[in-house]
């Protein structure tokens, strides 16, 4: 399994970036995809996720910001992030599990495969 996370980047604040994240080894639409985040000396914090049903998931400090969303046809789930405020500024990684309950899926530990990350830069 990999999951390959990319369209990182230096924004100004207000400004937009689409992250995306293509799996090889598995079916992204049978798994839970997430999008956590790692800013430096912080924890890793859960931001979106979208379900194999299509539901999707949001952390309160992006609801109404950002979107998770797939292309089946691509394998990719992508996390459009809008307003974006230098408090977003971290490491985005994408994870993917088979077998998550709804309970658990803010939490990292719960996650069997990540992606490598990718950074986003948000200027004030």
């Known amino acids: 399994v990999q999951l390959q996370a990319s369209g990182g980047g230096l924004v100004q604040a207000g400004g937009s970036l689409r992250l995306s994240c293509t799996a090889s080894?598995?079916?992204?639409?049978?798994?839970?995809m997430a999008w956590f985040r790692q800013a430096p000396g912080k924890e890793r914090e859960f931001v979106a996720a979208?379900?194999?049903?299509?539901?999707?998931y949001y952390s309160d400090s992006v609801k109404d910001r950002f979107t998770s969303s797939r292309d089946t046809a691509k394998n990719t789930v992508y996390l459009q992030m809008n307003n974006l405020k230098p408090e977003d500024t971290a490491v985005y990684y994408c994870?993917?599990?088979?077998?998550?309950?709804?309970?658990?899926?803010?939490?990292?530990?719960?996650?069997?495969?990540w992606g490598q990350g990718t950074q986003v830069t948000v200027s004030s």
């Open positions: 080894g598995l079916t992204a639409s049978t798994y839970t």
């Open positions: 994870a993917a599990d088979s077998g998550i309950i709804l309970s658990s899926l803010r939490y990292a530990r719960t996650y069997d495969h």
């Open positions: 979208i379900r194999k049903g299509g539901f999707t």
